[in-house]
């Protein structure tokens, strides 16, 4: 593993961005995976900077997001497609039919996630995925468990996400009790990826997937076994590893 120490947030995002750009420099039509939550939000921003200058394109680049929420449709300000667009996809050139998150309205989940990781395949896999940290050591929404799912699956959020996700709902009751998430055979199959993590919250968590057993109690430790991971985490979050 590859560690990127950063000063504070904007640090992080300002050097993940960095990564993410070069990647598609390099690369112009890589697949991305790509996450939400409060984490990447200001990788985003650096990244749209970088678009608007003139740096970098997204035209040919394909993006995969990890998860959704089951049961929000795609312009409820709380989907994570809405989030995609409203922080990313409507600020930079990326062709949105080629940009994919869950369909939380799916009539099916069985088909709605085989459709997903068919999508991944079709696509050739995922060159860099960017993934956030869960409170509870989840990545995408993959709680911790008895197993490690391979796919993308449907999943029952735990008490703990749906505390930490309800800061962007009204009220508790609105927060989805499921979700569809890439599973963590999708996840590790990627080429390359680019954990971010920053602030004292995510400390204990980091120290535990790094430094304790892999185990899908810990969904996050799996991360051990990748052999191309860079974590981007700034001092805060880095505190109890270093
Ligand atoms: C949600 C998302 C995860 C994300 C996590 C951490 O649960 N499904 O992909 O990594 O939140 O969020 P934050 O970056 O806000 O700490």
């Known amino acids: 593993m590859?560690?990127?120490?950063?000063?504070?947030?904007?640090?992080?995002?300002?050097?993940?961005?960095?990564?993410?750009?070069?990647?598609?420099s390099l690369k112009p039509n890589s697949v991305l995976g790509l996450a939400t939550g409060s984490s990447p939000i200001g990788a985003y921003q650096n990244l749209?900077?970088?678009?608007?200058?003139?740096?970098i394109s997204f035209a040919q680049t394909v993006s995969i997001n990890l998860d959704e929420y089951v049961g929000l449709a795609q312009n409820s300000p709380q989907s994570y497609r809405f989030f995609m667009d409203e922080n990313l996809f409507n600020h930079v050139d990326i062709d949105k039919?080629?940009?994919?998150?869950?369909?939380?309205?799916?009539?099916?989940?069985?088909?709605?996630?085989?459709?997903?990781?068919?999508?991944?395949?079709?696509?050739g896999g995922v060159d860099l995925q960017l993934l956030g940290l869960g409170n509870n050591g989840h990545i995408g929404f993959n709680e911790p468990a008895q197993?490690?799912?391979?796919?993308t699956h449907k999943v029952a959020l735990t008490e703990s996400t749906i505390k930490a996700n309800r800061r962007f709902f009204a009220k508790e009751e609105d927060v989805p009790r499921f979700a569809y998430t890439m599973g963590i055979g999708s996840i590790i199959k990627a080429r390359?990826?680019?954990?971010?993590?920053?602030?004292v919250g995510k400390a204990q968590v980091l120290k535990d997937a790094f430094l304790g057993p892999v185990t899908p109690q810990l969904p996050a430790s799996i991360l051990q076994f990748h052999p191309n991971v860079c974590l981007v985490a700034d001092e805060t979050a880095m505190s109890l590893l270093i």
């Not at 120490?5 to 750009?21: C, F, G, P, T, V």
């Not at 459709?115 to 991944?120: K, P, S």
């Open 2 to 24: 590859r560690i990127i120490l950063a000063k504070d947030y904007e640090d992080m995002s300002q050097k993940a961005a960095n990564l993410i750009a070069a990647q598609i």
């Open 48 to 55: 749209i900077e970088s678009y608007k200058k003139g740096q």
């Open 147 to 151: 197993n490690f799912e391979k796919e």
């Open 192 to 199: 390359h990826i680019v954990l971010i993590a920053s602030g």
């Open 97 to 123: 039919n080629r940009s994919f998150v869950p369909n939380g309205l799916a009539a099916d989940a069985k088909e709605e996630c085989a459709r997903y990781e068919g999508i991944i395949k079709q696509f």
